[in-house]
């Protein structure tokens, strides 16, 4: 199933893989890529062997000249609470997740609501590669280069009623595939939202690959939201629904503290959480910790967007 080739991809538009990784890793690999050579039993064993290629169409760096993270380290290091509190366990326990078939019901406050076979959905629109700097809210950071396509796109197709004012994204709910969502850590499913103006911002994306690959299931296979000026609680993953509602969307993460985890989510060294400070992170694979930025960075693009807003009362 999912570890077989698309037949559509073409070889010849696949991204080096030397591109994702860093000197080090690609030495290794390529050392193993000649050991394969010589002995052809052994071909199966490179590096990422079960992802599935995807065809990028269009390339931004976004993240200017940040080195990226390892993509060992993008894939062995999550957070996804209905599998497991423990990020170096979901990789594992997410590995059987069915992501094929899968749809996506595109509902509430607009003149075409639609239920998307995941795979026509991910063929509408022309995939991009967009790197950006992710920052938890818990005090580390990565730079992903993702695949996907801006939000924007699909939030046209729908056309939103004028009373639409905010977008609710609802990930899977399957206790039967998702074992800790047998455990009330979090109310399930887990759910995200966003202003339909932050919802629309060219770089809003749903992405549906990383480092040139399919999502892996522990990153939140088959499709998931990326907002990159927001705390990465917001990418929420393994998205089923997506509706348009007039009132603000109660996400998990604001019931489950509504002192420390606000709607708006915006990253903002100057507000603190609660139990720690937001001041500084660590840039997984770095040592010595760096400053956070204003909105991650995207300043320049976001701020309009909260004009006048006090920051600290909307965190
Ligand atoms: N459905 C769901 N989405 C989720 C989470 C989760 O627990 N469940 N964790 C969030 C948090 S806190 C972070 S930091 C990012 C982590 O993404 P990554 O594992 O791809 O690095 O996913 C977010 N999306
Ligand atoms: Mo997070």
């Known amino acids: 199933m999912s570890t077989e080739k698309d037949p559509e991809i073409n070889d010849t538009e696949i991204t080096p893989k030397e591109v994702y990784l860093n000197r080090r890793e690609f030495m290794a690999a390529s050392a193993s890529a000649a050991a394969a050579a010589a002995f052809p039993a052994l071909s199966g064993a490179e590096s990422h062997s079960s992802a599935i290629p995807l065809k990028i169409e269009k390339r931004a760096d976004y993240a200017g000249k940040e080195e990226l993270t390892t993509y060992k380290s993008a894939v062995g290091y999550n957070n996804f609470y209905e599998f497991s509190t423990n990020k170096e366990d979901i990789a594992a ?5 069915r992501t094929r078939p ?11 609501p639609r239920r998307y076979d995941i795979d026509d959905l991910i063929k509408l629109f022309p995939l991009e590669e967009r ?19 801006p939000l924007d796109g699909l939030i046209r197709l729908c056309e939103p009623e004028s009373k639409a004012k905010f977008v609710e994204f609802t990930t899977l709910h ?5 074992p800790g969502q047998r455990r009330d850590v979090l ?11 932050e919802a629309v911002h060219p770089l809003t994306i749903l992405s549906v690959g990383m480092y040139g690959e399919r999502l892996p299931n522990q990153n939140g296979a088959p499709l998931r939201l990326v907002v990159p000026w927001k705390y990465g609680f917001k990418y929420i993953k393994s998205i089923v629904k997506i509706r348009f509602t007039e009132q603000m969307p109660v996400t998990s993460w604001m019931k489950a503290g509504p002192l420390e985890y606000g709607f708006y989510a915006n990253v903002n060294p ?19 910790r760096r400053k956070t930025l204003m909105f991650n960075g995207y300043a320049e693009q976001v701020a309009p967007l909260y004009a006048g807003m006090d920051l600290r009362k909307n965190f």
């Not at 399957?174 to 998702?178: L, V």
């Not at 109310?187 to 103006?197: A, M, N, S």
Request: net charge neutral.
């Open 93 to 97: 326990l997410s590995k059987d997740l």
């Open 102 to 112: 899968w749809s996506v019901s595109i509902e509430g406050l607009i003149k075409k």
């Open 131 to 149: 790197i950006y700097r992710m920052r938890c809210v818990e005090g580390w950071s990565m730079v992903i280069p993702w695949v996907g396509f």
């Open 174 to 178: 399957d206790q039967s595939q998702m």
């Open 187 to 197: 109310q399930w499913p887990y759910v995200e939202g966003l202003r339909l103006d």
């Open 270 to 288: 100057e507000v603190d959480h609660p139990r720690w400070s937001q001041a500084k992170e660590r840039r997984i694979g770095e040592f010595i």
